[in-house]
């Protein structure tokens, strides 16, 4: 390529994004004023599913519009992710910070930080009713069937999948395929949070994006895990031994391929027991416990975890920038 059309270097656009995201998060007057990727991408999602998935087609053709939906949305949010990073190049040097602006808001560690520290304050300040409120920001259960253990130990789990799927992919993807790379990847976890449950309406219109959503959280997961049971090493009470030893008995039973990993490793770490029986709406899910630990998690638990979330960020950056080195010297 020439100078004029080389995209900045995706590790050094990583490191750079991590930590300008850590700093300042995504500012709330930018998404009052222009929303955020994740709502534009929401919105062409939206707008396919009235367009295209028709309640009268047949399973068959359902699954075929989803899938034509899918390819949709990544050729549009990957031209425009790599028009983007070709303009940011065009600028030599100088277009590395628009770029590594325009990546960050593609992780979101503070705010999930953020949002789960609220449901131990909340908890804390205004007891279970307020906690139930903070908590149902963030999961998808109903709040109204959880008392103060499930309570917390959604909050937990929450912030153990969505370091996986919400910072430690995006990093991935970012890593791997600078701007377009991550923008792909956040194309694919918005369409199937929005379109990849397993409903009358979406069970085939969701196919496409549930499948590809598992694919390419696969290596992050795993990662994710790793981080987990490294951070637990530098933490004083938490049990990297136990992280590692929920994630090989327990991981593969949880019924989701990629949230069993980083959910075996926080519980592993804590001495809890998270996932298990749970209810979504009116509808109870069974699934495997993970971890052996206990199960009345408390708000000092969810701190607990948060001190392990931040150090595993931490080792993510650390670990991204000793990558950006190796790459500059080799």
Not at 16 to 31: H, N, Q, S, T, V
């Amino acid at each position: 390529m020439t100078a004029l059309t080389h995209p900045p270097d995706s590790l050094v656009l990583l490191v750079l994004a991590l930590a300008i995201e850590a700093a300042l998060g995504y500012p709330d007057r930018l998404y009052r004023l222009a929303g955020h990727p994740v709502t534009w991408i929401g919105g062409l999602i939206a707008a396919l599913d009235r367009g295209l998935n028709r309640e009268g087609e047949s399973p068959r053709r359902r699954r075929a519009a989803g899938v034509l939906a899918l390819l949709l949305v990544l050729a549009a949010t990957g031209l425009a992710a790599l028009a983007l990073s070709l303009a940011c190049g065009a600028l030599g040097g100088a277009g590395l910070v628009p770029c590594a602006l325009l990546a960050a808001s593609l992780p979101a560690q503070r705010s999930l930080h953020d949002h789960v520290a609220r449901v131990a304050a909340d908890l804390r300040r205004d007891g279970l009713a307020g906690g139930r409120r903070a908590v149902a920001m963030i999961v998808g259960r109903n709040p109204e069937t959880l008392d103060e253990a499930a309570l917390c130990r959604a909050a937990i789990e929450s912030l153990s999948e969505n370091f996986s799927d919400g910072i430690v992919a995006p990093a991935v993807w970012l890593g791997a395929g600078g701007l377009p790379g991550g923008a792909l990847y956040k194309a694919i976890n918005t369409a199937d949070s929005m379109i990849g449950h397993r409903t009358p309406r979406h069970e085939a219109f969701g196919w496409a994006a549930a499948r590809l959503d598992d694919l390419v959280n696969l290596p992050a997961s795993r990662l994710t895990a790793g981080l987990i049971v490294a951070a637990a090493a530098l933490t004083r009470g938490a049990s990297a031994r136990g992280a590692l030893a929920a994630v090989r008995r327990d991981a593969g039973r949880h019924r989701s391929p990629n949230a069993g990993w980083p959910e075996a490793a926080m519980a592993g770490a804590l001495g809890l027991r998270l996932a298990g029986p749970r209810v979504y709406g009116a509808t109870r899910v069974e699934d495997a416990w993970m971890g052996s630990g206990r199960a009345e998690a408390t708000a000092d638990d969810i701190a607990r975890a948060l001190v392990l979330y931040r150090r595993a960020c931490l080792l993510l950056w650390g670990l991204a920038a000793g990558l950006a080195g190796i790459a500059a010297l080799i």
